[in-house]
Structures are given as C-alpha cells and as structure tokens.
C-alpha cells in the first residue's frame, strides 16, 4: 500500500522564503517580483512577451476581449478540454462552435475545422490536451486562410513544443497555468503571452484597468487616466515570488514527467485491454502532464469500479475531462448538441482514466501503479 496522489505542488524553502521576503517588504502588488516572473518566463518558453495574471481563464478572457469579438461572432473550440475554454468565448457574448477530438491524442480533429468555419467565425482555440501539441502549421495554414485570430490554450502545456517551437508561440496569443497540481504553480495565477507587442501593450493595460501608466510611470502618486476598459485581472508579488522560485526547477520537473511517462508506458504497453493516449511524435514533444488511458470495449463501463480499485490501493486518478463541454448542462440546453455529435470526445470522457506520473512521484511509484492496474484487470 502506497501513497500516490494524482498531483502535487512541491514547495520548497525557496519558496517559502520568497514569500517572507515579500511580506516582510511593503509592496505587494505592482512590484519587481511580477516583472521578473514575466521575464523568467519568456526566457524559460523561448520568446514572446509574457504578462502575469490572476489565472488561464483570466488570460483567455483577455483574448477574446482584445478581439472586441460578442453577439454573433463564433469561436472554433475543441469539444474536448476544461470548460474554461469554452467560458472565455461565452463571457464576451460570442458562440463556441465545437470539435471533436481525434481519438490518438485527444486533440482537436483538424479535419473537421474548416467545414466549421462561417462568415461569423473570428478565431480558433486550441487545446494542447493534456500537454501533447496540435499540429500547429495546419492549425496557421486555416487561420491565414480565413484571416482568423488564433488563441493557443497551453494550461497543461508548459515544456510543450511542436516543431521545436514552445506552445502558446505558434498563434496570436498563448495562455498558462499555474494551478497547483500543473507543471509549476503560483497557487494560483496564469500567464499571456503574445508574440505581437502591440496586442501585450494593449493586454498589459486590459488585466488592470485600462490605466494609462503604471505606478513606475506616474509623477503624481494616484494621478492616472483610464483610455479603455479593462478588469481586475492581475497577479500579487507573493505569487509571482512563488513562480520565480518553481521557474528555478522548471527543467527538473519535466525531466521528472517524462521520465516517469515514459516507465509506466513501457510497463502498460502490454496490456492489450488499454489504449494509452499518445505523447510525443517527431514533430511533437509534449509535456507529460499525465498518462490518461481509454479502457476498450466492455472495460468502460466499468471504470468507476476500477477507478475505486485504484484508489483504495492508495493510486490517485482522475478524468479529463468529465464530459465533452458541449454535452456538459449549460451547453446542451443552450445549443441543443447532441451526443452522437461528438463520438470520438464522448469515447474519451467515458473511458479514460487519468493515471499520475507528476514529479513528486518516481519509477518506485510507477512499478506499484502499472502492477495494481494488470492485476485488477
């Protein structure tokens, strides 16, 4: 009997100093530490401008507002991904229009995008599902063919590159995670990022406010101008104190991930009643956030059984996702889908079981997973 939980952030000293150090100061917002996290960041992805914030749907939300996008306008959305991404298209008035996923990865099936695309559609979001990328130069071929704004979804793709290219580089725009059990954390908070500086001047104004200077850049305390709307969507130096010193461990955890994926897959390539969702390519490099199976045939509906199996030998799993966004309450009754509309996202959410391979784990742990799941089959 093990203790294997699904994920878990490692907080160090480091970290917790960093946050004493900020406490002991008297700035806690709008400081150097938010600066430097942003700079730690573009350098650790390879380039771009990167902007913290208060969270991935925070990030998203600001996307689809800077595109001034609302009533009428539609938004390509993979079926399969966390509601969130469909939320941010929904908070600005528009209307996601959903994809199914293909069923080797979980990511949205390009093939069906451009049947999809209207007079009304304005962008394109992609999902890395679970850290494992698009084929992004489809992806930019469709977008420069319709002329349509593309908004990368990287919240399980941190260590992600296609083409050797990091994810949330290849589109207009890319958006992070920091959750706590993602690949580092801030407890809670996200990242922007743009290639463009134009659109993360205008982003740098939206997530506070839409003032006009920051405070390095006021002569008068309190004296500033508002020349467009914008929110409260900004990150505290005591997160971004947290995410400088998780940055300075970025390469270890996902040296950990993958060496940890790539054991429990040689030991689960033999069952023979499992799919395993596939990783990398010779194109792709993903970030092994976990290893998620497709239980075949009759299996599936037994997975909850299984899932409790697991769980009373101490594994920890969990489901990504629950349910095809489209098929999730709010979104049937408000656009009427219909299950059979997305056969391979259904297959996905009803079958899989996301198993641990996070790098407060190690190949110990990955042996006691891969035996308990062949003997409970």
């Not at 010193?245 to 499992?274: G, H, P, V």
């Not at 792709?284 to 239980?295: A, E, G």
Request: charged residues 20%; glycine residues 6%.
């Amino acid at each position: 009997m093990r203790n294997i939980p699904f994920g878990r952030p490692i907080i160090l000293d480091e970290e917790k100093n960093a946050v004493v150090e900020v406490l002991s100061g008297h700035i806690l917002t709008h400081g150097p530490k938010v600066k430097d996290f942003e700079q730690k960041f573009t350098a650790s992805i390879g380039g771009g401008y990167s902007l913290a914030v208060s969270s991935c749907t925070a990030a998203l939300h600001l996307a689809y507002f800077y595109l001034n996008i609302g009533t009428g306008d539609e938004v390509i959305v993979p079926a399969q991904t966390h509601v969130a991404t469909a939320h941010a298209v929904e908070f600005c008035g528009a209307k996601p229009v959903f994809i199914d996923s293909e069923v080797v990865t979980g990511n949205i099936d390009i093939s069906k995008i451009e049947e999809a695309i209207t007079k009304k559609t304005k962008a394109i979001s992609i999902v890395h599902f679970l850290g494992i990328p698009v084929d992004m130069e489809q992806i930019e071929t469709l977008a420069q063919k319709y002329n349509l704004f593309v908004v990368e979804d990287c919240a399980l793709a941190i260590g992600s590159y296609y083409k050797d290219i990091h994810a949330g580089l290849h589109g207009d725009v890319g958006c992070f995670s920091f959750y706590p059990v993602k690949h580092i954390t801030t407890a809670e908070g996200g990242m922007f990022v743009s290639k463009d500086s134009t659109i993360s001047q205008i982003i740098s104004k939206q997530r506070a406010f839409g003032i006009d200077r920051q405070h390095s850049e006021r002569k008068i305390p309190g004296i500033y101008d508002i020349d467009m709307l914008g929110f409260n969507y900004r990150m505290s130096e005591l997160q971004a104190a947290i995410g400088i010193e998780q940055l300075n461990r970025i390469e270890w955890f996902l040296k950990k991930r993958k060496e940890n994926f790539n054991y429990l897959q040689n030991e689960l390539n033999s069952i023979t009643d499992i799919q395993i969702i596939q990783s990398d390519n010779q194109l792709c490099k993903s970030s092994n956030y976990c290893l998620s199976i497709i239980l075949k045939e009759n299996l599936a509906d037994r997975r909850v059984e299984l899932i409790n199996k697991l769980n009373e030998l101490g594994i920890g799993t969990s489901v990504y996702y629950p349910s095809p966004v489209p098929l999730m309450k709010y979104y049937r009754k408000k656009y009427n889908y219909k299950q059979y509309m997305f056969p391979n996202a259904s297959l996905i959410s009803n079958a899989s079981i996301a198993l641990p391979v996070g790098p407060h784990l190690d190949k110990e742990d990955m042996y006691y997973i891969s035996e308990s799941l062949r003997n409970i089959l």
